[in-house]
């Protein structure tokens, strides 16, 4: 593999860990929502969300991470109808309206909110984040996402859907105005606050950004003060040839689904490379790997619990999901025939990760369901932990632990996994001091390597990225 799981002092490094889900009733797509384990979460309550940031701090997991969008899966059957039935991430509240209330319940947890380019303007979103990076004192991240969904297009006023490369062009020049915004804005010290003058801030260091680009444009300034991060931490999903470009220029966080440890390492190494070719650092992106799991006391009762849990399953709302992410109607496809080469401008990186992780492989659409919907590990915390290292060992910085059971197997997870993956050095004891990002950077700012940085006045002073 291509790096080892421990640091420059030979010690283990941990990985970081993630909680995925999203603010609906199965919470992971296309799995069912009224199995027991799914139940007993409330996506509707907030009292549900306030427990699961608890105990999820608890267990000392860095952070929750949300999956969103903002339309419903209609590609199976030209309808939306298997997606209604089955709850197929739909119904779906928006997730950053969680986050005030959790981090007032909470102390370390971070917030990863997904939002795609197309749901908001940039001001509208800059001014949001921001502001929910003041009142969570930096604990906030954003997955960029640049939405495959039609319905999620047409909701906001467009015909049909852009094309895959538009996507992401369109999401670089969004990016560039919340950059402008958030940290060209305002000076570093414009804010002064003088009780005694009665001078809140000095007009002098504040500034408009007058953007105008292809698809957007920004007059400024921005009406929200610098808050501890500036900019949210930044993850970016996308494991397409576009959506590896993209990260490597902007993300600090890649969320890979990679469907093999062998694929996980062909990604590390080749945004690690990407990294350094736009003139970053090849740590300057921590990558998190998608795992799921369900664990026991027993092998005999892990594997209880996933029987369990596969009784629950339908095809139907796996299909559903399938068909939107390949963007292949599955209905009339017989799921056991090769997928061959698509040309599609949905997931592409869904049919990317299928041919890296294992490249001599020709996969059928079921198959493909079933790397989607079953675990990656059933079993014992020794036999999981097994699974743990295949993965660290192939380069990857953090997991983003979905439980396709629902969420109260986290209760397990942290009564059986989380103890003997601290004791093996895999998973930190404790936070880290300060915001989100100097939890896992060292400093609450972007370093300059990163492309927002250039829109700086003067050079950052006290708690410096280098």
Same mark, same amino acid.
């Given at each position: ?102 981090? @007032?319940?909470?102390?370390?947890? /971070?917030? &990863? #909110? +997904?939002?795609?380019?197309?749901? *908001?303007?940039?001001? =509208? ?111 970016? @999903?996308?494991?397409?040839?576009? /959506?590896? &470009? #993209? +990260?490597?220029?902007?993300?600090? *966080?890649?969320?890979? =689904? ?127 932990? *097994? ?80």
């Amino acid at each position: 593999m291509s790096n080892d799981v421990t640091g420059q002092s030979g010690k283990r490094r941990p990985l970081k860990f993630c909680m995925f889900t999203t603010n609906s009733p199965s919470g992971y797509p296309g799995t069912p929502w009224n199995q027991p384990l799914a139940a007993g979460h409330d996506y509707r309550s907030l009292k549900s969300w306030i427990q699961l940031a608890r105990d999820l701090e608890a267990a000392k997991f860095d952070a929750i991470f949300w999956a969103d969008h903002s339309g419903v899966y209609d590609t199976f059957g030209g309808s939306r109808d298997a997606t209604v039935r089955n709850s197929v991430q739909f119904p779906i509240n928006d997730p950053a309206t969680l986050i005030s209330a959790l981090a @007032a319940a909470t102390e370390n947890l /971070g917030f &990863a #909110f +997904s939002e795609n380019v197309i749901q *908001a303007p940039p001001y =509208s979103f800059a001014r949001r984040v921001a502001s929910l990076d003041h009142l969570t004192e930096g604990r906030v991240a954003w997955n960029i996402v640049t939405s495959f969904q039609r319905t999620a297009w047409r909701n906001v006023g467009f015909e049909e859907v852009a094309t895959h490369a538009e996507r992401y062009e369109r999401a670089a020049d969004y990016v560039d105005v919340v950059y402008k915004l958030l940290e060209g804005s305002w000076e570093d010290d414009a804010v002064v606050r003088d009780v005694d003058s009665g001078v809140y801030a000095d007009p002098a260091k504040l500034h408009p950004i007058d953007h105008v680009g292809k698809f957007y444009s920004c007059a400024g300034p921005f009406c929200v003060e610098p808050s501890p991060q500036r900019v949210p931490v930044l993850f970016q @999903a996308g494991s397409s040839s576009d /959506g590896r &470009a #993209f +990260s490597a220029r902007n993300a600090e *966080a890649v969320f890979i =689904s990679a469907k093999s440890p062998k694929g996980a390492e062909t990604f590390v190494n080749d945004l690690r490379s990407q990294l350094v070719e736009v003139g970053r650092n090849a740590d300057d992106a921590l990558v998190f790997q998608a795992f799921t799991c369900i664990v026991g006391a027993t092998e005999e009762e892990a594997q209880r619990k996933s029987a369990e849990y596969h009784a629950f399953l339908k095809d139907e709302a796996g299909l559903a999901y399938l068909s939107a992410a390949m963007g292949v109607d599955l209905k009339d496809v017989d799921v056991d025939t090769p997928i061959g080469d698509l040309n599609t401008e949905a997931m592409q990186g869904a049919l990317r990760a299928l041919a890296e992780g294992f490249p001599n492989k020709q996969w059928t659409f079921r198959e493909a369901l079933m790397k989607a919907m079953y675990p990656h590990a059933v079993g014992t915390a020794d036999q999981v932990i *097994a699974h743990i290292e295949e993965w660290a060992a192939s380069g990857i910085d953090g997991l983003n632990i979905a439980f396709l059971n629902g969420a109260g197997e986290l209760a397990d997870f942290s009564r059986y996994l989380v103890p003997e993956l601290q004791r093996r050095g895999l998973m930190q004891t404790d936070y880290a001091p300060g915001t989100l990002r100097k939890k896992w950077f060292g400093t609450s700012r972007l370093n300059d390597r990163h492309p927002a940085a250039k829109y700086r006045h003067r050079a950052l002073a006290g708690d410096a990225a280098s």
